[in-house]
């Protein structure tokens, strides 16, 4: 009997064990596969930017076109040289009754098979509006050059700000949920006080509000990581199921991280000045551009000289194929002066025309070095208040978290109620929360200085990319700002 039951029992163990282990195999089938990992600086990163930014490939391909266009108008002022054998059957034509019947078909005027075997060389000898033209695709080669650079730097710059977002993200998240667990902390503390007697029912229902308060501005946060990140991954073309480790620090370490070679050379002695920026040579360039253009439209009253020598190889007969002694050379030279003497209007609707370019580009030239000068003053604004901004905050943290300390003790030895106690931890979270912002704010304000020269206008209000406020009744409410210019990759 007793062997009897002790199989029993070794039975029921194995089978609840194979259950067990049936049950474990839905989990590990359904259990997603393990996420890629990229550990990235931000030297990394700005690194990868260029390679990345389909804004970059295409400012490269508008300086490939421009220097096409300048291959192409060089060409209309040197020599063209053009082979153009030629081959015709003669049905019939007007001079075959005025000449006798030819047996050997090698008469130019009767003969049915006439072939020219041979080319064309030509340049033009003066030409003074196409040198204009000349002129002005050179200018818009170098317009497209400065914008080339202008952009590399703006890609730098929305990098590295999305990099400082998803860094300050991931910090607002830390700081949003050390504060969530305090709150549990507190409610499981009021809770074991009112098991015991020691905490009334009202003090519980405070703590629990404040717990789920808290909550929503977990999640949030979370959500803004998430969308930082992806954000990042689409700049530097990492897959979006690739886990990013952020490994360069979000504090106010000066040169955090290497620009990449080709962008450090050109900042390379370079004046930030307005007058010196790249947008301010860009609206310049664009000006001697229309200049060009203007005196290229004006030199069409001008003749124009070209000379063309034609040489060929011609061969009659009343075979296909003419024997060799029936070919014989065709040489001639052409000169053409070709002077314009009544166009209708084009040529006055042309001046027109380019006269109007060329005043509306001076005065965006004017307008831009305006913005320039505006636009510096207000970057260093943007630095120096950052600055501000990054040393207030650390001062504020350090007496926020010492009156949450305190406070903590006053509320355990009951000498101060809940209602001080969450208002400490709301102004530490909001403290931790201005200072990662300033941390953020500071990093990039000092890489747009960097970038000055080289930057176009407008990006002195780039921290708008992320911004971070506390508000609430009883818990923090971070807002998170996604901001992407049509420039930014």
């Known amino acids: 009997m007793r062997t009897f039951v002790v199989a029993a029992v070794l039975c029921l163990a194995v089978g609840v064990r194979a259950a067990e282990a049936q049950d474990s195999i839905p989990n590990a089938v359904l259990k997603a596969p393990p996420r890629d990992t990229v550990r990235l600086t931000l030297t990394d990163a700005l690194a990868q930017a260029e390679p990345a930014s389909e804004q970059i490939g ?47 078909g090698s008469n130019p ?32 080669t170098r317009v497209t050059e400065l914008q ?38 507190t409610l499981k503390d009021v809770t074991l006080g009112r098991d015991v007697g020691t905490q009334s029912e009202f003090e519980q229902l405070r703590s629990r509000v404040a717990r789920d308060n808290q909550i929503p501005v977990v999640t949030r946060a979370r959500a803004n990581r998430d969308i930082a990140a992806t954000r990042l991954k689409q700049l ?31 900042l390379e ?37 070209s000379t063309t020598m034609n040489y060929n190889r011609a061969g009659f007969s009343g075979e296909f194929i003419p024997a060799p002694d029936e070919f014989a050379n065709d040489w001639n030279l052409i000169a053409v002066l070709n002077w314009p003497i009544f166009t209708s209007g084009r040529i006055l609707g042309q001046k027109r025309q380019a ?12 307008l831009t070095g305006e913005q320039a000068e505006l636009d510096n003053e207000t970057i260093y604004a943007r630095l120096r208040e950052a600055e501000d901004n990054g040393r207030a905050t650390a001062s504020v943290v350090e007496q926020a978290t010492r009156a949450n300390d305190i406070a903590e003790l006053r509320y355990k030895e009951g ?43 407008g990006t002195a209000d780039l921290t708008a990319a992320t911004t971070s406020t506390v508000t609430s009744t009883g818990a923090a409410v971070q807002n998170f700002n996604g901001v992407v210019t049509s420039t930014g990759r």
């Open 109 to 140: 005027f009767t003969s049915t098979n006439q072939w020219r075997l041979g080319g064309s060389a030509s340049i033009s000898l003066l030409n003074l509006s196409q040198w204009a033209r000349l002129s002005a695709s050179r200018a818009a």
């Open 355 to 366: 006269a109007a370019n060329l005043d509306a580009s001076r005065l965006q030239a004017k």
């Open 415 to 457: 000498l101060s109620t809940q209602t001080e106690l969450q208002d400490v931890r709301l102004q530490l979270e909001q403290a931790r929360a201005n200072q990662a912002q300033a941390a953020r704010d500071l990093q990039v304000a000092r890489l747009r200085l960097t970038l000055l020269p080289f930057l176009p206008l």
């Open 269 to 305: 002695g370079v004046d930030t000045a307005a007058a010196a920026r790249a947008v301010v040579r860009t609206a310049q360039e664009a000006v001697q551009q229309n200049e060009k253009l203007n005196a290229a439209a004006g030199r069409q009253w001008i003749p124009t000289m």
């Open 148 to 185: 080339l650079t202008q952009q590399q730097s703006l890609t730098i710059l929305t990098v590295a700000s999305a990099y400082y977002d998803a860094a300050l993200t991931a910090r607002l998240v830390t700081i949003t949920e050390f504060t969530l667990v305090q709150a549990e902390r």
């Open 58 to 104: 295409i400012a490269q391909a508008a300086v490939r076109r421009a220097k096409g266009a300048v291959t192409e108008t060089r060409s209309a002022l040197l020599p063209q040289v053009n082979l153009g054998p030629q081959y015709t059957y003669v049905f019939e034509n007007p001079y075959q009754s005025l000449f006798p019947p030819d047996p050997t």
């Open 236 to 266: 530097l073309d990492i897959p979006i199921t690739t886990e990013v480790v952020l490994e360069t620090p979000l504090d106010d370490h000066e040169n955090p991280a290497a620009l990449p070679a080709d962008v450090d050379s050109l």
